[in-house]
Every structure is written in C-alpha cells, then in structure tokens.
C-alpha cells in the first residue's frame, strides 16, 4: 500500500530499508521524545527486529516515511483492543533532518485518514512529551484536539515529566 503525498511517500517497511533506517533512527533527540520500545542506541539488532515484524504485517498499519526514495522516518498507529477497539494510538518518528520540512504533519493527516476510512476506529489519539512542542504543533496542525494533561505520567531517561493527550474523533 502506498500513500503519495506532496512531500513524501508512504509505503510498507521493507528489508532494503535497514540501512536507512538505522542512519534517521540512531540519534538521541528522537530517542528523548519516544516510548523505551523504540531503542537507542538504534542499531543493526534494533532495525532486524522492527523490520522482522512490519515486513510481514498484515493488514498494514506502520508505514516508512520515504523522501527521495530513503526511508528516513515511520508512522503508524495500534488498536487499543478491549472495550478500547474503536480507538487507536498513532505514534511517529522522523530522522532529524527532515524537521520543520511540513513532513510529519502531512503524514499524520495521511495516516488519520487511512486509519479511519480502513478500520471501524472512531477515535485517534497520541500521548506527547510535554517538553515535546513540536510534536503538538504537528498534531494540532493534523486537526487533533488537546484533551488532557497526565502530570508526571513519563518517565524517559532518568526525568519524570508530564504527557499531554490528543485525539481526533469522528
């Protein structure tokens, strides 16, 4: 499945992309604004075991952001099953020196869009490091709307700090 945006492509992950993918994900100023489950430092081990499971997901919900045809960042979003199956937690990362390009928040619209029109979702939401502003200029410029604050409900590297919620609903 690809998605052809002004800016990028979205696409399925593929093996090819390994080297790419460890060049844009190894780097600390993504690792600070991300869940633990996304590693740092980002290495071979690291892309072996993301692409061991995307390649083969079915149906495709993660997708590499790819400009130039390098895959340069990735987006994609997670049921959040149970009573919670009709909403879904989007999350997205993109290599440093791609930002402040209009990339991520193309993306997030795209993949908002993609989810909803292709899944029974009603709700999108994302959890965002509060010292994170760009991250919530990108959400709210995708038309999510700030619901919430969880006081010191992240702790990342040594530091607790305050998550801030946003969600889009249809």
Do not use: H
Request: net charge positive.
């Amino acid at each position: 499945m690809n998605i052809a945006l002004k800016k990028c492509l979205l696409r399925e992950w593929r093996w090819e992309d390994k080297d790419a993918l460890i060049k844009n994900a190894n780097n600390l100023n993504i690792a600070k604004m991300v869940k633990n489950r996304f590693p740092y430092p980002y290495d071979e081990a690291a892309a072996n075991n993301w692409l061991s499971l995307v390649t083969i997901e079915s149906p495709q919900t993660n997708f590499a952001i790819v400009v130039k045809n390098k895959a340069v960042g990735g987006i994609g979003f997670e049921s959040q099953g149970d009573i919670f199956r009709r909403s879904a937690e989007i999350g997205y990362w993109l290599g440093e020196d791609y930002w402040g390009k209009g990339i991520m928040t193309e993306t997030v619209k795209a993949v908002t869009s993609f989810a909803f029109g292709n899944f029974d979702l009603c709700r999108m939401q994302a959890g965002v490091f509060a010292t994170n502003s760009a991250s919530v200029r990108v959400l709210e410029k995708a038309g999510y709307v700030f619901e919430g604050r969880l006081k010191k409900s992240i702790t990342k590297f040594g530091q607790t700090i305050d998550q801030l919620v946003f969600a889009k609903v249809i």
